[in-house]
């Protein structure tokens, strides 16, 4: 995402383009989320899977069967869309019947009886020295 700041210097106007929308700018968190709704949007309706947003992340539902195909499907269109994102490593999550998302544990494990399982994130502590 671009922008482009124009500000007055000695009479004359300036612009400077920035690769990043600008920290403190009143439309810069408007525009990233406009833009991520758009990708949502787009990946849900290209994909026709249950996915949702928050910020720049994309949480997506997918039976099992799927999960091999719809990873490098989601990547193609971020990559189309020129979207940059993690390919590998820390950031690349695959799908998992329990995942944890914005502090809280999905447990999808015992879905098909009907139970779904939302809980606290466990946050692993320290270990104590002694």
């Known amino acids: 995402m671009h922008a482009v700041v124009v500000f007055p210097v000695k009479g004359a106007w300036r612009f400077y383009k920035s690769i990043s929308l600008p920290v403190g700018c009143t ?3 408007y525009g990233f989320v406009r833009v991520s ?3 949502w949007f787009v990946i849900s309706k290209t994909l026709h899977c249950i996915t949702s947003h928050h910020f720049d992340d994309f949480p997506t539902l997918v039976c099992t069967e799927g999960c091999k195909v719809l990873t490098p499907a ?3 269109i971020l990559d189309l869309l020129g979207w940059e994102h993690a390919k590998e490593g820390d ?3 695959g799908f998992a019947a329990a995942f944890d998302l914005l502090g809280v544990t999905s447990d999808l494990c015992s879905a098909p009886q009907g139970v779904l399982k939302i ?3 466990d946050h692993v502590a320290e270990p104590a020295t002694l």
Do not use: D, E, P
């Open 27 to 29: 439309g810069s968190v």
């Open 37 to 39: 709704q758009a990708i």
């Open 74 to 76: 989601f990547s193609a």
């Open 91 to 93: 950031k690349v999550l």
């Open 119 to 121: 809980m606290n994130k």
